[in-house]
């Protein structure tokens, strides 16, 4: 989701970065603009409503593209996100199972919730039971709160439970910050094959885009790495998936 505001401020720069690589990229905000384009819920801007603006765009996305893709991601619009690694990961997950992936936090709820900031990313089933149940108050929190952990709480009441989304060492691939937080923290946590960053400067989208995608070292070559964790048999992949994309603004900027 993204805002009025911030359409040319930062969503034109997930557009033109790595948003094209999404098999459907849709930008929610309060108001229709056919030109952009974004799709307008009825929902005030400001954060004390992320959480309806989310809730509202998930069922937005059910009713209208729930055929179109197996995984379904929210993130805000200075947000990076690889999807070639996204996809590699989401290819040993399972969209016929109830779960959501992203950077994990503890508390708030039983099983946590996931940093909206860093992205999150829900099963088809996930979706179908939002779209089925997601509208009853005593399921899901309609507006209001933190929206990251509303919506963990949420999945929790929906029987959605939070996946592990660590490579096969334990290392992070979703992060709710950017990159030189992560790293000057502990640069060996971090994934090779990570997934997303947040708080990126609409510069450094395009720093991103050209460090991943057309830096080269002369003379080093890269195999491809098996870095999934083994999952169960009822739990396993089926090819690399098609992701559709809900972009949202500052979803987690005052998560606990």
Known sequence: ????????????????????????????SSVTNASFPTIGVNVSEGRKHLTGKTMKAFQYVFHHHFDDADWFMKADDDTYTILE?????????????????????????????LSGGAGYIISKEALRRVGAHG??????????????????????????????????????????FDPATHLIGDRESISDYAISFHYVLPANMYV?????????????????????????????????????????????????
């Open 85 to 113: 690694n996204l996809r590699y990961f989401l290819s040993s997950q399972n969209k016929d199972s109830p779960i959501f992936f992203g950077h994990h936090f503890k508390p708030y709820a039983k099983q946590g919730y």
């Open 135 to 176: 509208t009853k108050a005593s399921m899901c929190r309609q507006d209001g709160g933190y929206e990251d952990v509303e919506f963990g709480k949420c999945m929790q009441n929906l029987g959605v439970k939070v996946g592990n989304s660590t490579d096969r060492f334990g290392r992070s691939r979703f992060h709710c």
């Open 1 to 28: 989701m993204t805002s009025p505001q911030s359409l040319e401020k930062k969503a034109v720069h997930v557009r033109a970065t790595w948003g094209h690589r999404c098999n459907k990229l849709i930008f929610i």
């Open 208 to 256: 991103l885009e050209y460090f991943v995608y057309n830096l080269r070292p002369y003379g080093i070559h890269y195999e491809h790495q098996d870095l999934n964790q083994e999952v169960s048999e009822s739990h396993g992949g089926e090819g690399l998936a098609k992701v559709t994309v809900c972009v949202d603004f500052q979803s987690c900027i005052d998560s606990p």
